[in-house]
């Protein structure tokens, strides 16, 4: 095995220690977890590496002019109200004018996930895996050009670049770069201004992802050292100012991780092998609200957002309930689903009779759409959205690979 390979194989095993979920938990994590085991079992061979692609006392996190943050109140989960996952329509014939269809690789032939729609069939992308570009591009569909965001977005001695996500934050683009340095893995914050201009270092991370709270960048950090403690790792929440500045911990976030829904945070710790909670607490990081939770009793791993919960029952099948532990409604499916779009949005990928459904559920209209593809012969493991999704934990819009040579792009802001 070459040097580069093995270099690239322990820090795929990382990333993967890193995020991986407790089950139920992580939809975009948590599935290309259970794919990479079944990969390794049904191929004799060693997987490649594979990517998909806070503030101390007195340190506030202001949250800009603009709508009320927390979600709208969300429906009951009354059978009726459930769609039928099995027999879904396509995304197009539901919402045409949400539904964008790209190519599968950029003019300079790389693959890419989409971050953001910026109109004029201008789109904010990055490219996958590690092909020694630091920073993520504007793609002109009409024009056939990628301009790049920002410029020497990498510092002194890190090589084999790949962003891990991008964020659009106003006028300003932040994107999380994954390198090496002496041989060590490293991941690093930057941002730039959306319509051109030099890139900025905000900071180093261990964090796989971020979310954007008012003016401050937030991500989750681990205390070195304390993954084996009894009562688990110490972590808390720290932020970085979006100008620039000086990182801190956010006031009273130990123990809390992001969720799905921001600006939002919860006490349930993902991935840590604990014993899941089964009651807690969401934070809104914007305004301090602070929301109970309660995992119905008949549910385990049980994951909430403001609007609604998530989680399994003995046989593995997903359940949704509210955030209080009531109407429980039972799926007969396994997979994965989650909250996003301020919890309105489900989106996830189920075990359905015809194959794998990548849906989308639009909790205010009940509405609802799926692609599926056909699982593979002896398939023993979980559903899960067929979504490159840079690992964004609250992302403008859905891509879906659905054939070699298009990808197709969803506005979760135009799902109505």
């Given at each position: ?6 270099q690239?194989?322990t ?13 139920a938990?992580?939809?975009v994590?948590?599935?290309?977890l259970?794919?990479?085991r ?14 998909v ?11 800009p002019?603009?709508?009320?943050p ?17 027999r ?25 996930g ?9 789109y ?9 570009v630091?920073?993520?591009a ?5 024009a056939?050009?990628?301009t ?6 990498v510092t ?6 790949s962003?891990?996500m991008v964020?659009?934050?106003?006028g300003?683009v ?5 390198g090496?340095?002496k ?17 900025r ?8 992802r971020f979310?954007?709270v008012?003016?401050?960048?937030v991500?989750e ?5 304390t ?7 110490l972590v ?5 100012p ?15 991780s ?7 945070a919860?006490?349930?710790r ?13 934070r809104?990081?914007?305004t ?5 939770w ?5 549910l ?14 003995a046989?593995g099948?997903l ?6 532990g ?10 994965t689903?989650?909250a996003?779009?301020g ?10 009779p015809a ?12 509405r609802?759409?799926?692609?599926v ?7 023993d493991?979980?559903?899960?959205p ?7 934990l ?6 879906v ?11 979760l802001?135009?799902?109505?």
């Amino acid at each position: 095995m070459t040097d580069e390979l093995e270099q690239r194989l322990t820090a795929t095993l990382d990333r993967a220690a890193e995020v991986a979920p407790v089950p139920a938990y992580d939809p975009v994590g948590a599935v290309h977890l259970r794919r990479r085991r079944h990969r390794r079992r049904r191929v004799a061979a060693v997987a490649a590496a594979v990517l998909v692609l806070t503030g101390a006392a007195g340190v506030t996190v202001r949250h800009p002019s603009g709508p009320d943050p927390r979600p709208a109140p969300g429906h009951s989960f009354a059978p009726d109200r459930i769609p039928d996952f099995a027999r879904l329509p396509e995304p197009g014939q539901v919402w045409p004018g949400a539904v964008h269809t790209l190519p599968a690789t950029l003019p300079d032939g790389h693959r890419y996930g989409v971050a953001a729609l910026l109109g004029e069939d201008r789109y904010l992308v990055a490219r996958d895996g590690f092909v020694g570009v630091a920073t993520p591009a504007i793609f002109d569909i009409r024009a056939g050009t990628l301009t790049e965001i920002g410029d020497a977005a990498v510092t002194d001695g890190l090589v084999r670049p790949s962003v891990l996500m991008v964020r659009r934050a106003g006028g300003q683009v932040i994107w999380l770069l994954e390198g090496t340095r002496k041989n060590r893995w490293g991941r690093e914050l930057w941002a730039a201004p959306l319509d051109g201009g030099a890139a900025r270092l905000l900071t180093t991370v261990q964090a796989p992802r971020f979310t954007v709270v008012g003016d401050r960048v937030v991500w989750e950090y681990e205390a070195p050292g304390t993954a084996e403690r009894p009562g688990g790792p110490l972590v808390d929440l720290r932020s970085v100012p979006l100008a620039g500045g000086r990182v801190a911990q956010i006031p009273g976030s130990e123990g809390l991780s992001l969720t799905y829904v921001g600006p939002w945070a919860t006490d349930q710790r993902l991935g840590t092998g604990l014993t899941a909670r089964d009651a807690g607490v969401l934070r809104n990081l914007a305004t301090g609200e602070r929301l109970g939770w309660r995992a119905n009793p008949d549910l385990r791993y049980v994951q909430c957002n403001p609007a609604w919960c998530i989680g399994r029952d003995a046989d593995g099948r997903l359940g949704l309930q509210e955030r209080d532990g009531s109407g429980l409604v039972r799926l007969p499916y396994r997979g994965t689903l989650q909250a996003t779009a301020g919890g309105r949005v489900v989106v996830g990928g189920l075990n359905v009779p015809a194959g794998e459904a990548t849906v989308v559920w639009d909790r205010d209209t009940g509405r609802a759409a799926a692609t599926v593809q056909a699982l593979p012969e002896g398939f023993d493991g979980d559903a899960g959205p067929h979504l490159l999704q840079l690992f964004d934990l609250d992302p403008e819009v859905l891509t879906v690979r659905t054939t070699e040579a298009e990808l197709v792009v969803l506005d979760l802001g135009a799902i109505r």
